[in-house]
């Protein structure tokens, strides 16, 4: 159809994509009914690689939902995200939230802040300014494993509510995207 693998599309373009494939070649009537296969269809939405068993049949027709369950199984999920002052961040997989945990270390009450990067936000120049805003000590470290890229934000004490209003006012991230534990 002309569109490349690599590209990003909504799940209502992909099927808009799968409806004219459908339509361009006659093998039904796009979004309902019956939908005979072709090779093209098959090869795309039915065999994967490796994944054939010998004498395994296709089938020769299949309603439109199964093609809409397939196209869905194939497909990898990506997710935009829109940033205040950030720009859009798009990443493989579902919505990340921002992962807020409160905890001692010590005598001393820690709280710590995960995957600020899936919302494009620096945890360096948000450590200096969040020092300065909350006047408490901030820690940056790698996160945990092999590998990471992402940072940890350490910050003192627990400062969940001032980092939950202090992420609305200048990014405009709300509260359902912080997971606090």
Same mark, same amino acid.
């Given at each position: 159809?002309?569109?490349?693998?690599?590209? %990003?599309?909504?799940?209502? @373009?992909?099927?808009?994509?799968?409806?004219?494939?459908? +339509?361009? +070649?006659? %093998?039904?009537?796009?979004?309902?009914?019956?939908?005979?296969?072709?090779?093209?269809?098959?090869? &795309?939405?039915?065999?994967?690689?490796?994944? @054939?068993?010998?004498?395994?049949?296709?089938?020769?027709?299949?309603?439109?939902?199964?093609?809409? +369950? /397939?196209?869905?199984?194939?497909?990898?999920?990506?997710?935009? *995200? @829109?940033? &205040?002052?950030?720009?859009?961040?798009?990443?493989?997989?579902?919505?990340?939230?921002?992962?807020?945990?409160?905890?001692? /270390?010590?005598?001393?009450?820690?709280?710590? *802040?995960?995957?600020?990067? &899936?919302?494009? %936000?620096?945890?360096?120049?948000?450590?200096?300014?969040?020092?300065?805003?909350?006047?408490?000590?901030?820690? *940056?470290?790698?996160?945990?494993? /092999?590998?990471?890229?992402?940072?940890?934000?350490?910050? @003192?004490?627990?400062?969940?509510?001032?980092?939950?209003?202090?992420? +609305?006012?200048?990014?405009? *991230?709300?509260?359902?995207?912080?997971?606090? /534990?």
């Amino acid at each position: 159809m002309g569109k490349s693998k690599s590209d %990003l599309y909504t799940w209502d @373009q992909a099927k808009e994509i799968l409806v004219s494939f459908i +339509e361009k +070649e006659n %093998l039904g009537k796009g979004d309902s009914g019956p939908v005979k296969t072709s090779e093209d269809l098959l090869n &795309a939405l039915f065999k994967s690689a490796g994944g @054939q068993k010998k004498d395994q049949t296709w089938p020769e027709e299949v309603d439109f939902d199964t093609l809409e +369950e /397939k196209l869905e199984d194939r497909m990898q999920q990506h997710t935009t *995200i @829109q940033v &205040a002052g950030v720009g859009a961040i798009t990443r493989k997989g579902p919505p990340m939230s921002i992962a807020v945990s409160l905890s001692r /270390k010590g005598a001393h009450n820690v709280t710590r *802040i995960c995957n600020l990067e &899936a919302y494009g %936000l620096d945890p360096e120049a948000m450590g200096d300014e969040l020092k300065r805003k909350l006047n408490c000590t901030v820690y *940056i470290e790698d996160m945990p494993g /092999k590998n990471v890229k992402e940072k940890m934000l350490q910050l @003192q004490g627990h400062v969940d509510q001032e980092l939950a209003q202090y992420l +609305e006012t200048k990014y405009g *991230i709300t509260k359902k995207f912080l997971e606090v /534990k």
